[in-house]
């Protein structure tokens, strides 16, 4: 399990910060045209699970679901996510969900928070919380903004489960460039899908002379008017750079019969148009601060190195259609997106490398502000490869704490791959990520590469260890890939190699005690634990920690110790809740489950074990989603629940056969099967239905200590069962009781 980095930064929040400015809708303007033949289609029957509002850059999507917004929140509130790159973590994107349907529902009660759901959990903990919510606070609708820069299938499925399990009374509104990649054939065939495309979004010659004439007070003949519907094919944007372009022309009709032909090669010449209508510094200022994503007038100070950003932005947003407020505060904006475009490509065209240097300004106000994913971006669009990675080193196990791993996944996608595969702090941090995600084939590649690398003489890794060697002999210890007995070799290598005064010793330990527990060596398993949470607490290591403090307890259990047992899981549970990684871990679950199954309270024991199979399930180590299975499944029989018992039973054994070195995990599943085998009938009809399970485990490999725990009886109980076993067979030995009940056909 990695550690955080030997050079400190800033500590991150364990929550990110949220970009407010996506939760507000575009400002409403004066010369926004009100198109009530779209505002009326966007009125679905109770029937509509779905709208989506799909057309290329410029048509108009977003200013259409403002307006509509504005008209339908007296009847309805109506939140707003405008989605960007970062959204493709599950984590993030229902986060910013939730706090905008809070902000337009203030009754909204949910319990379970995205954070503390996990990326796991959040489609079967986080969603149906939502959806049982939305139902008690009536009527309501989103919009999710620019939806196209959704990329991710996980976040795509948990809208998907969204779309179809949310009440009549909540409207969700999908605006998109491309085609989302959701089930709209199905949703249209059941007649569940309102659609708006491109062919629809056009603007008519109606509401063209509404925009051109009376919004924008051009005084275009009609004719001219139709002219630009015609040579523009409608395309709002297109309207409004030539409305930009015609003011302060006095031949305007010579200027509409410029535009020369119906394609869209016409910006290049309306970028000019519009570009010329201001003077030479407003020209710069827009150009170069096309660069950013948004912005606000500090930033552009920084960056534009000048003064009074502020005073420009407010007025280019009362005159620069292109411009968009981003709050109520007027503080943040952002450019149209397409015309965001067509500036980056002005601005190379006039001051060709500038951008580059930009961007390296933009990344070092978003360090300075703490916005650090905006920084990595920016310094990785700057071609500064060694800041962005000295950021990604510094702040990694921070984002990877809190459940983020695909938002690390995405950073290392902003550099080019030889620049990732020639950084050894890019693959140290690419291998851990993908050995605890369970990602194996990935994991080994970044680590073979970086043995081929070798690591630079004095550089400090950003893991902490105080060898590459240790921190990969950890890493393969920790996380062995199904085959215990390699990952307790490269365990104790790692434990020969790392100094036991290192802040990384924990880890070392935490990985000997994983190895030690499935090679069922508990005594010394439960040592390696305890230093674990000893020191781990206090060097922050709080993955560690809390795998250790779970697999204590699980320990506790299997000696009979509930009262210990039930201390660390709770204490596991808790320090969970409080750092915010409740789902980094599914052996917390699991060891919380078998506390609760050992006091009696087999439904909460159930919820909490399905939970920890989610989470071992998908973190992919076949290991610790055995356990859970065997676990889960072994309280699923003795609740009565033998359908379900037996697909864990089926997992668990399909998860041990893939392992090349189980440990004793094929002896626990083995000793679960036999004890399921069906119960044949008593000749002498002496023993009970218990005393012929006790005797069918007696065959097995498990003492009576054991055997208990696999029953959730006590060891007192299983030994007055086995001597009254004895006594009815009349034998005085666990063999020779074996062989008397295949002689009499029990077993």
Known sequence: MPGTSTTRPREPSLAPPMLLTKLHPPAERAQTVLRERLVERLRPGPEIKLTVVAAPPGYGKTTLLGAWRELTEPERPVGWVTLDDGDNDPVVLWS???????????????????????????????????????????????????????????????VTWFVDHAPSSFQLVLATRSEPALPLAALRAHGALLELR?????????????????????????????DLVERTEGWAAGLYLAALSLRGVEDRHAMVRRFGGKNRKVVDFLLDEVLEAHDASTQSFMLRSSVFDRMCGSLCDAVLERDGSDEVLGELARTNLFLLPLDAEGEWYRFHHLFAQLLRVELEHREPGLAATLHRRAYAWHRENGSFSEAIEHAAAAGAFEEATDLVAEIWFHTLSMGRRMTILNWLK??????????????????????????????????????????????????????????????RGGFPGGDVGEGHRNALRAAELEDHGSPMWAAVSWALGMCRYYLGDLERADRSFAYTTEVGASTERWLVTLSALAYRSLIAGERDEPDLQHRFAQEASRLARERGIEDANGEVHVAMGESLAARGEHDAALASLARGVAVTRSLGRPLELANALIREARLLEATGHREAAAASRAGARATVDSCADPGVLRDRLTALEWSRRPRPRARDGQLTDRELVVL?????????????????????????????????????????ATQRARELGLL
Not at 198 to 224: M, V
Request: hydrophobic share 40%.
């Open 198 to 226: 491109a062919d629809e979004l056009g603007f008519t010659a109606a509401e063209a002379d509404l925009l051109l004439n009376e919004r924008l007070d051009l005084g275009l003949e009609r004719d001219d008017v139709d």
């Open 696 to 736: 069918r485990m007696l065959g097995g490999p498990l003492t009576e200590r054991e055997i208990g725990r696999e029953l959730y009886l006590s060891h007192n109980t299983v030994h007055s069962h086995t001597k009254s076993i004895y006594r009815k067979l009349g034998v005085s030995a666990r063999s020779e």
């Open 414 to 475: 902003r550099f080019p791959p030889d620049v990732v595969g020639e950084s050894p702090r890019l693959l140290l941090v690419k291998a851990w990520v993908h050995a605890y995600s369970g990602d194996r084939d990935l994991a080994r590649e970044a680590m073979v590469t970086l043995e081929r690398l070798g690591w630079p003489d004095g550089e400090p890794l950003p893991d902490g260890f105080g060898s590459l060697e240790a921190s990969l002999a950890t890493m």
């Open 96 to 158: 910013y969900v939730v706090e905008a349907v809070r902000r337009v529902c203030p009754a909204l009660d949910v319990a379970v928070s995205p954070q503390a759901a996990g990326p796991t959990r959040i489609v079967e903990l986080l969603l149906p919380e939502l959806v049982n919510a939305l139902t008690v606070v009536g009527d309501a609708a989103l919009v999710l903004d620019d939806f196209h820069r959704i990329s991710s299938d996980g976040v795509r499925e948990s």
